[in-house]
T-cell receptor
Framework: DGGITQSPKYLFRKEGQNVTLSCEQN?????MYWYRQDPGQGLRLIYY???????QKGDIAEGYSVSREKKESFPLTVTSAQKNPTAFYLC???????????FGSGTRLTVV | AQSVTQLGSHVSVSEGALVLLRCNYS??????LFWYVQYPNQGLQLLLK??????LVKGINGFEAEFKKSETSFHLTKPSAHMSDAAEYFC???????????FGKGTRLSVIA
């Protein structure tokens, strides 16, 4: 079955370390998105990509980086510059002709 | 700019009662509107969407929503709540083109037996 796979589901890292969250889709979708979710704050857009080798900053891009070398993959790196990285991270994708998103099951990152 | 306001961060209803989750939006152009549901520690699942055409939209699990342009609203309803409806619900808006979805802050629905 087609879908979006985020891995790992739970991730623990020490403060000051960079960490990369994986997002892979086999839906042949063009656009991919990263959102951060915190209790009571809804979903906030970190980065998005409409096509391979191109991406744009969202509302809270500081302290994060992404790459889009393949259509299927859109990894997110949480760098040591991100002041409060503990959160639930959601990846989503969308085909060109449709406005609704398909979401992955999320990665919960805890920095200790 | 577009924004989404969900009234009430937490709504509690009795099993079998009407569910009403409120969503208002602001947009300078006709919006595309969505409702998503999220169960604990999972991703979001699309409940229903409004793009064009009929303003009353039916979705999965017995939910429906009505687009009211004059009120800039897209409230989600279900005639009779079930225990399995307990989850967090997000309203989202998108302009035409390729701009990303903007989400509301969510409403947590509790269903009391």
């Amino acid at each position: 079955d087609g879908g979006i796979t985020q891995s790992p589901k739970y991730l623990f890292r020490k403060e000051g370390q960079n960490v990369t969250l994986s997002c892979e889709q086999n839906l042949n979708h063009d656009a991919m998105y990263w959102y951060r979710q915190d209790p009571g704050q809804g979903l906030r857009l970190i980065y998005y990509s409409q096509i391979v080798n191109d991406f744009q900053k969202g509302d809270i891009a500081e302290g994060y980086s992404v790459s889009r070398e393949k259509k299927e993959s859109f990894p997110l790196t949480v760098t040591s510059a991100q002041k409060n990285p503990t959160a639930f991270y959601l990846c989503a994708s969308r085909p060109e002709s449709y406005y609704g998103y398909t979401f992955g099951s999320g990665t919960r990152l805890t920095v200790v | 700019a577009q924004s989404v306001t969900q009234l009430g961060s937490h709504v509690s209803v009795s099993e079998g009662a009407l569910v009403l989750l409120r969503c208002n939006y602001s947009s300078s152009v006709p919006p595309y509107l969505f409702w998503y549901v999220q169960y604990p520690n999972q991703g979001l699942q699309l409940l229903l969407k409004y793009t064009t055409g009929a303003t009353l939209v039916k979705g999965i699990n017995g939910f429906e929503a009505e687009f009211k342009k004059s009120e800039t609203s897209f409230h989600l309803t279900k005639p009779s709540a079930h225990m399995s409806d307990a989850a967090e619900y997000f309203c989202a808006v998108r302009l035409t083109g390729n701009t990303p979805l903007v989400f509301g802050k969510g409403t947590r629905l509790s269903v009391i037996a």
